[in-house]
């Protein structure tokens, strides 16, 4: 195999259910049914592309995701921990090639509910370290696009996490109580 195939730059054209970083997350993940290692390594990836969004992958953002992938993969929180950890490492080597290919992976593996859900998770991961900013939302708004979900999913699964978003921190909540400060400035109660 030449240099360029090893990079996937040249050969045979890489088909989109066989990238590296679901094969290498899904063996680890042997004791599952196939198809269901599959869809973690793909979950746990995806889940990593929200984390990184901002450049800096915090603590809280890899125990939020670990404890999703549990959860979701109903994985004891050891595997949960290593599938996240494959994931970050590999998103953080091929983020450019293998975002979306995995993510349309998980689009063809996931059902619309799990893909609403999958938002929702999306969202938490970014709202781990308590703010939301605003390369964070265009990463999701980005999977939920790819992933065939409606502006009316991405909009509903945003408003959960509406306090935590930075684009709206300091403003008041429509129709809540509004005080005035010394400078005639409102500030929410």
Partial sequence: ???????GLGGRARDPDETETVRRIARELEKLPPERARFVAAFAYVLGRVARADRKVTEDEIARMTDLVARVGGLPGSQAALAVEIARVQGELFAGTEDFLVTRQLRDLAGAEDKRRLLACLF??????????TDEEAVVREIAEELGLTHRDYVAARAIYRDQRAVLRGFPREGGPVRGDSRGEGTPD
């Fill in 124 to 133: 938490a991961v970014a709202a781990a370290d308590g703010t939301v900013t």
């Fill in 1 to 7: 195999m030449g240099l360029l195939e090893r990079l």
